[in-house]
């Protein structure tokens, strides 16, 4: 069992930067992912970024990669994403889940339908 709650969504301008938290319990993350997925208003979830718990190899949307960065805070068994250089487009309902993805390789880290446990969301918005 895992749970996730989100933290950090805020309104902003175009340009500011943002942090969000992913506070996490779970009674093992031997081979879990934590992602962050993004949501706006009609659309799909997007896969925003990811991080694998016990190597810390982070992946990226490419559409995010150079603005975003993800990291874990062990001591704090939290998942952050750094946001900066924010747009418009960014807005939306930023989630986290958890995933088992005991192969890297697979990609598994970047399908949404891999993800078991989610949190229920934080809003971000991006006002130009």
């Known amino acids: 069992q895992v749970q996730l709650i989100e933290s950090g969504g805020d309104s902003v301008q175009t340009g500011d930067s943002l942090t969000l938290s992913c506070a996490v319990t779970?009674?093992?993350?031997?081979?879990?992912?934590i992602g962050w997925f993004r949501q706006a208003p009609g659309k799909e979830r997007d896969f925003v970024a990811a991080?694998?718990?016990?190597?810390?190899?982070?992946f990226y949307a490419d559409s995010m990669e150079g603005r975003f960065t993800i990291s874990r805070d062990g001591a704090k068994s939290a998942v952050n994403l750094q946001m900066n250089n924010l747009r418009p487009e960014d807005t939306g309902t930023y989630y986290c889940?958890?995933?088992?993805?005991?192969?890297?390789?697979?990609?598994?880290?970047?399908?949404?339908?891999?993800?078991?446990?989610w949190g229920q969301g934080t809003q971000v918005t991006v006002s130009s």
């Open positions: 779970a009674r093992s993350f031997s081979s879990y992912v």
């Open positions: 991080i694998s718990w016990t190597g810390g190899s982070a």
């Open positions: 889940a958890a995933a088992w993805v005991p192969n890297l390789g697979t990609g598994a880290q970047y399908n949404s339908n891999k993800y078991t446990y």
